[in-house]
């Protein structure tokens, strides 16, 4: 195993402390900056005064993990949509099924309603009990410390992917559960993930609450529902009746 650090914690660093002492990356990594240096579509890039993609930078490197199947361990048919090869590794070592998404790409610009049609059609026609759709655009634009692109992220995340899932679910007449939630802060000002607890949203169509609150960090912690540990969740999304 060698030891790798991720981009997205030495963001504005230099980066010679940070390169892999395994001499085949680093020789990679110096070649890839040579081939990219006069690369055509960099070249367009830098005329178009976007930034070129200049070096590979491996990181994330591991070996596959022994992990209980979904199924065994839920009694439910699961599915992953996503475009984040981390959550569809987890998917493939749990049995769970990945959906294909053209045009999901992680960033802000994905195909968002292609994401929510693979939901519906898995948990409305193939037989899916549970549909976990990853959408990494907000936390990217945390990474970009862009307030107006993240904010822009979570906007279309209400408008394409919870409005319609909940508008046809609704439509659809069957029982659902929902579960709203991010997997960490990416604060704008840190630019990187933080370990602080995270506002989670839980709807069951069977219960209508008394009491109103809105989907933020101040009415979450103002609630008191705090889950000590977050892979708990799941299984009270899933197994609590
Ligand atoms: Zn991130």
């Known amino acids: 195993m060698v030891e790798l650090t991720p981009p997205h914690d030495v963001l504005d660093q230099v980066i010679a402390p ?35 993609a200049n070096c590979c930078w491996f990181w994330g490197a591991g070996t596959k993990p022994a992990l209980p199947s979904f199924y065994e361990k839920t009694g439910k048919k699961g599915m992953m949509i996503s475009a984040v090869d981390l959550l569809k590794g987890i998917a493939v070592g749990s049995g769970m099924g990945v959906a294909m998404v053209e045009g999901a790409n992680g960033g802000l610009h994905t195909n968002y309603a292609g994401k929510t049609e693979a939901a519906l059609t898995a948990l409305l026609e193939d037989h899916y009990d549970f549909a976990y759709i990853h959408v990494e655009a907000p936390d990217e634009m945390g990474h970009q410390g862009s307030l107006e692109r993240k904010i822009t992220a979570i906007e279309y995340l209400d408008e394409r992917v919870i409005t319609p899932l909940v508008e046809r679910m609704d439509q ?24 602080e607890p995270v506002p989670f949203l839980f709807y069951d ?4 609450l008394a009491e109103r609150r809105e989907y933020n ?24 009746p």
């Open 18 to 52: 940070h390169l892999p002492a395994d001499p085949v990356l680093r020789s990679m990594m110096e070649q890839s900056y040579r081939i990219l240096a006069d690369h055509p579509i960099n070249k367009s890039r830098r005329e178009r005064g976007l930034k070129p």
């Open 205 to 208: 169509s069977n219960v209508i």
């Open 172 to 195: 659809s007449g069957q029982q659902y559960r929902l579960l709203i939630m991010p997997d960490h802060p990416t604060p704008i000002r840190l630019r990187t993930h933080t370990a």
């Open 217 to 240: 960090e101040y009415d979450a912690t103002e609630s008191g529902n705090f889950i000590a540990q977050g892979h708990q969740i799941i299984d009270i999304l899933l197994m609590r």
